[in-house]
């Protein structure tokens, strides 16, 4: 079974950045559209940055838009999410997921591979 794998989280102080990475254990990750969420304790799963199958395009959540950027490497199976001038309200579990077609909708992503356990951020001083 196909399954994801999100690390790079932990405990930063605000202003503070971290690099995710998402590994997936399927070859053909290529053909899948990419997209980032997170979920904050007590709160729904949010949409935070989608990437699509060529890499060309990006879409970030406008509460993160200009501390964020989105990267894949098809060839290694993985994705990564800069996250930069960190602050308390991200605090968050934050997952990776794939689909067949590039969307901005959290809910669009995890129809096709199971949802990993995700990386935990913590943002405290």
């Known amino acids: 079974q196909v399954h994801l794998v999100e690390t790079g989280g932990g405990l930063v102080q605000p202003g503070g950045s971290l690099k995710f990475s998402c590994s997936v254990s399927?070859?053909?990750?290529?053909?899948?559209?990419m997209a980032w969420s997170r979920q904050a304790p007590g709160k729904e799963r949010e949409f935070v940055a989608a990437?699509?199958?060529?890499?060309?395009?990006?879409r970030y959540a406008d509460s993160v838009e200009d501390r964020i950027h989105s990267s894949r490497e098809d060839g290694d199976n993985k994705a990564y999410l800069q996250r930069d001038s960190l602050a308390p309200v991200d605090t968050a579990v934050y997952y990776c997921?794939?689909?067949?077609?590039?969307?901005?909708?959290?809910?669009?992503?995890?129809?096709?591979?199971?949802w990993g356990q995700g990386s935990q951020v913590t943002v405290s001083s």
């Open positions: 997921n794939v689909a067949p077609f590039f969307s901005t909708y959290a809910t669009d992503y995890g129809n096709l591979i199971p």
């Open positions: 399927e070859r053909t990750v290529k053909k899948y559209a």
């Open positions: 990437i699509s199958r060529s890499g060309s395009a990006t």
